[in-house]
């Protein structure tokens, strides 16, 4: 019995679920706190904020990280690992120090002056984040964990001692991040080391993250458009959007299981794993969303009543109409990072397309006239297209039938007790 906890323990999958639960369960403390702590209004400035930040981070990864479990694949960790984390040293220093100049001196609104300066705060986290994840991902998914616990206790000190205002919001913005960033680049014990040869590499990663990059933005676009085309309509309130923002991070919560095992999917995809790993991964993530997704809706509106209080009433409304569409992302998130891997980057490119253009298009019409239950939709309609896109073609690319990527077998069950070691 012992030998076999410990070899449920070794598993990367499964010690990634187990970290994400503590660390989801702490950010939504964290995200009780800020809600109550900054109140309807400011909140909708936060997740204002947030969204043009995790746009324009994505812009400064340059697709960098998505290409290095290629480069890593094809010539093996000590060809590229010191040189990589040194092209990131420079470029990240090189970009803070132009967004504080031009944030400081050229932007006029305190929002954009905020996100334009955390921007290259966010993209370094984002590359060295996933850099940890693929070479160490049980530590980083350990240290993930306790910074999310010190992002509750910071909260709770800001709730004790500092008055609510935009700079506390953009502090709470700034601080796990930042935190994050220092670990990683601590863990990964690596001094740069600049030589004119790393320039080659810079701009065969810069090559081949064009795609991810564009993927990744389509990605994000498809979470944030909604919250950026709420914000273009003057009938809707600042208050509004922090209740649709706290609707759609319960939704979010749907895909916690394939969000978390992405990372370790492509870790091991990076080291040798087939097709047949990914559609494992997909069908076992599929029900994990289920469950989550109908314990969200059975539970869902006493619990955001209770936690959130009645300021946020209005986003169980969100949560529930876009809920169904969660479930199938999921998909896009796993099958994506095979693409990644294989060099296939511009068809995640292509298929997300479909599912960005149909979001805009539906968040156009839906919601000058129904508002949050609008925007709600059409994230929900986004969401279905990106999954089913991306299963029909994982499916018809590599003759895997269909039911396979969602029915369980006994072998998916068996391999939970197998180490990481053992498996594929």
Known sequence: MGNKIKSIIKNEYIYSIVTKFVSVILSLL??????????SALQGTSSYIASVTSIGAIVVTFGMHQAYPYFRKKLGKEAIFKDFISITYVVYSILFILSVFIGLFFLNTIELKAAFILIPVYGYDRVISYIALIETPNKRNTWWTIISFIDV?????????????VGSAISILAFAEVL??????????????????????????????????????????????????????????????????????????????PDTLK?????????GADEAEVARVCRLCFWCSVVICAGLIALGEPLLNLLYGEEYYGSYDVLLICSFGSIF????????????VNKMQIRNVLMLSISIIVNIVLNSILIPKYQLRGAAF????????????????????????????FLINKNDIKSIFKSGEKQK
């Open 153 to 165: 206790i910071y909260v709770g000190v800001l709730i004790l001692f500092i008055p609510k205002s």
């Open 263 to 271: 990372g370790v999917l492509a870790s091991k995809l990076s080291k």
């Open 30 to 39: 964290q995200s009780i706190l800020v809600a109550r702590y900054l109140g």
């Open 378 to 405: 059409a994230s929900g309609v986004g969401y279905f297209l990106s999954g089913a896109i991306f299963i029909i073609w994982f499916s018809v690319a590599n003759k895997i039938p269909f039911n396979s990527m």
């Open 329 to 340: 992302i999921g998909y896009f998130k796993l099958i994506a990072q095979y693409n990644i």
């Open 180 to 257: 994050k960033s220092a670990v990683y680049t601590v863990m990964l014990k690596t001094a740069p080391s600049l030589k004119k040869s790393q320039w080659s590499l810079f701009f065969k990663l810069l090559k081949m993250g064009f795609f991810p990059v564009v993927a990744l933005l389509m990605t994000t676009l498809n979470y944030k458009i909604d919250i950026l085309m709420l914000k273009s309509f003057d009938f809707i309130t600042k208050s509004q959007i922090g209740i649709y923002s706290i609707g759609m991070t319960f939704a979010d919560r749907v895909v916690i299981i």
